[in-house]
């Protein structure tokens, strides 16, 4: 059995949360006010809980639930289990966890800044050169 491990990765924003989720493949996800129970990979429950759930069965075949539970400071942490930890990278074909928590993060962030820019009327627009450089072009609308 997996033990989950906890990620503080200050996430505060549920909506841009389930928009990297998309934005990396997981269409499927559950949003709940009250946590609920996390599954392992032989449908077993653990005691973790989580407001935004990737069921398992949305991860891979031996994978365990991936769910991000929110705090009395409002902020989100990511459970995922050591199992998942090697495996959600190698889905999404990244090179180790490290990098899915890199991707996650960096989509999170796009994903906020496209929300305040709407928020704010300014356009959006991101490009990524080959080498991976990530450049955002802010317009103020006239």
Do not use: C
């Amino acid at each position: 059995m997996s033990a989950y491990v906890s990620v503080d990765v200050a996430f505060e924003d549920p909506e841009a949360i389930l928009e990297a989720l998309k934005e990396l493949g997981f269409t499927t996800v559950e949003v709940h006010d009250t946590p609920q129970q996390l599954m392992g990979y032989s449908g077993d429950l653990r005691q973790q809980r989580a407001n935004i759930i990737v069921r398992r069965r949305h991860i891979g075949h031996s994978s365990n639930d991936m769910g991000f539970i929110k705090g009395e400071d409002g902020k989100y942490s990511l459970y995922i289990s050591d199992y998942d930890r090697n495996a959600v990278p190698g889905k999404l074909g990244l090179k180790g966890y490290a990098a899915f928590e890199g991707k996650l993060k960096q989509t999170y962030a796009m994903s906020k800044i496209k929300k305040q820019a709407a928020k704010e009327r300014w356009s959006f627009k991101m490009d990524q050169a080959k080498g991976g450089k990530l450049t955002i072009r802010l317009s103020k609308f006239q």
